[in-house]
């Protein structure tokens, strides 16, 4: 998985904290959760705030 991975990321989320809303989470706290998924293979530090903008928002649509 590569931060480019948007709806593949926000499906990994949902399904291993299925009780956190994802309009809580912080970024700093998105940030460690995403590098730390099974499978996620991607430079650490190109996770920027557009990016997880995109991931928060598939997150919350994959939610509902």
Known sequence: ???SDVSLI???LYDK???IDPITVR???LHNWIVGLDGFDDDHTRGGEKV???IQQAWIDEAR
Do not use: V
């Open 1 to 3: 998985m590569r931060w």
């Open 10 to 12: 926000a499906e990994a």
């Open 17 to 19: 904290y299925p009780e």
């Open 27 to 29: 970024f700093t706290d």
């Open 52 to 54: 997880l903008e995109a």
